[in-house]
């Protein structure tokens, strides 16, 4: 089974490049960012609480994330295998994961990391933000969510760089460019 995580900063292009990996691996698209918007769209309290702290740039509760992540788990027993997008965002969250997978006899197989600018990011999100209609694409939000990404998030690829799995891709250039670079990495490791 290919289980991969793309890890990156808010704006780095996750979205583009999961959907692109998702299709040519066969994949799960585990998108938390996407689960809980489906919730806030459907005005659920799951949603409306969530809604509270993305809408200040803040992490949602771990509890709420992680019951999601179990639940599509247990939901597809049998796909090739799952793209973590936006997941983990803590070191607790990958504990937790890792312990999830193993008990499944399954683990992640590579984490790829996109880099971008601090500035690229900002410039990409308020660019998203004049279409998206999203409450937290606003400088002062996206700012704090970069911030927030590196105070809690960054770790996390520490912690898989410990495991030997994580490569750093350039996130800026060409989507198709970007692509063929997670392609390449992908290829590499031969788990599938």
């Excluded at 996750?14 to 919730?39: P, W």
């Excluded at 799952?82 to 193993?102: H, N, Y």
Aim: net charge negative; hydrophobic share 40%.
């Amino acid at each position: 089974m290919l289980n991969l995580i793309l890890f990156g900063p808010p704006g780095s292009g996750k979205g583009t490049q999961s959907e692109k990996l998702v299709e040519k691996y066969g994949l799960i698209h585990l998108s938390t960012g996407n689960l809980l918007r489906a919730e806030i769209d459907a005005r659920t309290d799951l949603g409306l609480a969530a809604k509270k702290f993305m809408d200040k740039g803040q992490l949602v509760p771990d509890e709420v994330v992680l019951g999601m992540i179990a639940c599509a788990l247990d939901a597809n027993v049998h796909a090739n295998g799952f793209l973590f997008d936006g997941f983990p965002r803590t070191v607790a969250q990958a504990e937790t994961l890792d312990a999830m997978l193993t008990e499944r006899g399954n683990e992640i197989s590579l984490v790829l990391a996109l880099e971008v600018s601090e500035e690229e990011l900002v410039h990409r999100l308020l660019n998203r933000g004049k279409t998206s209609g999203r409450t937290d694409d606003n400088e002062e939000v996206i700012r704090a969510r970069i911030l927030e990404y590196e105070n809690k998030t960054a770790p996390v690829a520490r912690h898989y760089e410990k495991l030997g799995k994580v490569v750093h891709v350039k996130g800026e250039g060409s989507v198709e460019d970007i692509f063929q670079s997670l392609c390449k990495y992908i290829n590499a490791i031969k788990v599938f």
